[in-house]
């Protein structure tokens, strides 16, 4: 039998719950706010410029890439950290961040290399805008404040120096051969056949100027004696592919 004391113990628990949240629900102050902010901000500018600057652009040399990289990992954390300040769910941020990049990435192909460095920048700036910065101290007085949680910034560092030290290895012309392919409309169907095989490949790499190191044979058209022929080959240190992906004038922007 429910007795009016249990009804006098569940107001008080009631209320000590009520006491919990709005402890709890203590706000910064608009100098810490600003902080956060600058903190985010500024370390995912940091690292994303390390990034684009020092292993993208130093083989791509594509500025329109570059700015689009730069901007968006900008734009992409300053909308998960007002997303994250209101009743709005980050799956709904990255969902809309996902729709505007298929409206526009649809229109034209990406380079796979590209492709990944967004991707990247993507969640690095949705790990920076969503790391804890700050901490709640003092929960069961009655002042509760925030302040810095320094091991927290720490640890977000340490993540972005991780991924960067994870691409540094990997673009290392130590660990890896750079290939690249171009596709070539050859006139001399006549030594597409297996037969003629090493004397096809002496003839692109003295037509062309790289040493292929292995190629596919495509379309051929008997009519007009040309066929499509993808070469590989072994890039130099500091020499970029990019270009060979493109296949029409317009795509070639010279910066």
């Known amino acids: 039998m429910i007795t009016m004391q249990d009804f006098g113990e569940y107001n008080i628990a009631d209320e000590n719950l009520l006491d919990v949240q709005t402890i709890t629900d203590a706000m910064m102050t608009t100098a810490q706010s600003i902080s956060e902010l600058c903190i985010r901000f500024f370390m995912n500018l940091l690292v994303c410029w390390i ?8 083989k791509s040399r594509r500025r329109d890439y570059y700015f689009t990289f730069m901007l968006f990992s900008s734009a992409m954390l300053m909308l998960l950290y007002i997303m994250g300040n209101v009743e709005v769910g980050v799956g709904l941020t990255l969902g809309l961040f996902a729709i505007f990049g298929v409206i526009r990435y649809r229109t ?18 949705a790990m920076n805008g969503l790391a804890p910065v700050y901490k709640l101290v003092g929960a069961a007085t009655a002042s509760p404040h925030y302040e810095l949680a320094s091991g927290s910034v720490s640890i977000m560092a340490l993540s972005n120096a991780l991924v960067i030290g994870l691409i540094w290895l990997l673009e290392s012309e130590k660990l890896l051969r750079h290939t690249s392919a171009k596709l070539i409309l050859y006139d001399r169907i006549d030594l597409i056949v297996p037969e003629k095989r090493q004397e096809l490949i002496e003839d692109l790499e003295k037509r062309v100027g790289v040493k292929v190191e292995k190629l596919e044979i495509g379309h051929v058209d008997f009519l007009r ?24 004038a317009k795509d070639f922007v010279e910066q």
């Open 51 to 58: 990034i684009v600057q020092f292993f993208y652009y130093r």
């Open 108 to 125: 034209e192909t990406v380079p796979i290399r590209e492709m990944t460095y967004l991707f990247v920048i993507i969640a690095l700036a």
């Open 225 to 248: 004696d040309a066929a499509f022929i993808k070469i590989y080959y072994t890039l130099e240190k500091g020499q970029s592919g990019s270009i060979d992906t493109l296949t029409r």
